[in-house]
């Protein structure tokens, strides 16, 4: 495996000797310091944490097959699984976001929509009021038209 760090490229080679509880414990050791100095989130979706832990795992892998190949290959399996797994819980994550959005996106032009003709029933609202208003008034002129002309028609007699 070969990565750069501080600007050096570094070559790691697989050791074939077996693993002690001691290199088990430096292991945990190691990823523990690395998880500091990368200040790696301890809790939700962390790029760094993620990557610590699938070396750490592999590194397991390794370990685990130098002893026994067969647990070494049904661990790797495992692995590939869960990143399978996790991959389409991503995108199902992301579609889901995805899907969110549009409908906030929808829901608030149909909210601008429907302000609109609120604001239009009740301008709507006010003018028949307005007009009730008015006939009312109407209403009661010819009212009392008609009530002095009765007068009048009542003197008349």
Known sequence: MEFKEAGKLWVRYVSPTPATSFDVSLLKEL????????????????????????????????QITIHCAERG???VRVRDEFRQQL????????????????????????????KQKIDSLN??????ENLISDLETLCKEKV???EEDLAEEADKH
């Open 31 to 62: 990823m523990d310091k690395r998880l500091e100095t990368s200040k790696a989130r301890s809790n939700g979706i962390c790029p760094m944490r993620e990557t610590l832990f699938q070396q750490c795992f592999d590194e397991l892998i390794r």
């Open 87 to 114: 991959s389409c819980f991503q995108a199902l994550y992301d579609s889901s976001i995805a899907y969110g959005m549009r409908h906030a996106l929808i829901a608030e032009a149909s909210k601008a929509e429907k």
């Open 123 to 128: 301008k709507e609202c006010n003018d028949l």
């Open 144 to 146: 009392k038209h008609f």
């Open 73 to 75: 290959f049904l661990l």
